[in-house]
T-cell receptor, first 112, second 119 residues
Framework: NAGVTQTPKFQVLKTGQSMTLQCAQDMNHEYMSWYRQDPGMGLRLIHYSVGAGITDQGEVPNGYNVSRSTTEDFPLRLLSAAPSQTSVYFC???????????FGSGTRLTVV | AQKITQTQPGMFVQEKEAVTLDCTYD???????LFWYKQPSSGEMIFLIYQGSYDQQNATEGRYSLNFQKARKSANLVISASQLGDSAMYFC????????????????FGKGTLLTVNP
């Protein structure tokens, strides 16, 4: 089925560990983005990409790295996890970024 | 300053009645887009409706309509004939162009309104 696939759905990390949240889409969308959702804060943009090889920072980029080597994939890396990164993470894609955003089902991350 | 403001943390409505969820925005970009998303307790983000800044008519999608008042910078969501399944968190979002002349779009969300539909 076409859409945005995020893996894993749930993850528990210890402080200081690293991990990569995966995001893949099969709709040939140029624009991909990562958000985190915290209670009472809505969704906040972490990083986004307007095409393969092009990434840029959003509102809350600190502690996260991204790369975009292919159109399909946009992984989010946590280099040294902190409890403040406990959140639900959403990946979204859009053909151009102007409209038509499709969201993944989210990854619930807990850092202990 | 917040780009998107949703002033109602929670709203209650009786089944079959209409409800309006408020959203105001702040931008100097002449070309922007406004979105509403629904997030049920299962967590997925469901697109409801879109309004472009140059659209002359208010957007409608089934029971959802967007009351777009450009001069007041408001984009309220109206849900008619509420159903129990409408109970969810609702987010207003705005798409701007981050860099003029480019395609660096940025989608910014409000903090959301939790709607509860009572039987």
């Amino acid at each position: 089925n076409a859409g945005v696939t995020q893996t894993p759905k749930f993850q528990v990390l210890k402080t200081g560990q690293s991990m990569t949240l995966q995001c893949a889409q099969d709709m040939n969308h140029e624009y991909m983005s990562w958000y985190r959702q915290d209670p009472g804060m809505g969704l906040r943009l972490i990083h986004y990409s307007v095409g393969a090889g092009i990434t840029d920072q959003g509102e809350v980029p600190n502690g996260y790295n991204v790369s975009r080597s292919t159109t399909e994939d946009f992984p989010l890396r946590l280099l040294s996890a902190a409890p403040s990164q406990t959140s639900v993470y959403f990946c979204a894609s859009s053909r151009t970024g102007a409209y038509g955003y499709t969201f993944g089902s989210g990854t619930r991350l807990t850092v202990v | 300053a917040q780009k998107i403001t949703q002033t109602q943390p929670g709203m209650f409505v009786q089944e079959k009645e209409a409800v309006t969820l408020d959203c105001t925005y702040d931008t100097s970009d002449p070309s922007y887009g406004l979105f509403w998303y629904k997030q049920p307790s299962s967590g997925e983000m469901i697109f409801l409706i879109y309004q472009g800044s140059y659209d002359q008519q208010n957007a409608t999608e089934g029971r959802y309509s967007l009351n777009f008042q450009k001069a007041r910078k408001s984009a309220n969501l109206v849900i008619s004939a509420s159903q129990l399944g409408d109970s969810a968190m609702y987010f207003c979002a705005m798409r701007e162009v981050k860099n003029s002349g480019g395609s660096n779009y940025k989608l910014t969300f409000g903090k959301g309104t939790l709607l509860t539909v009572n039987p």
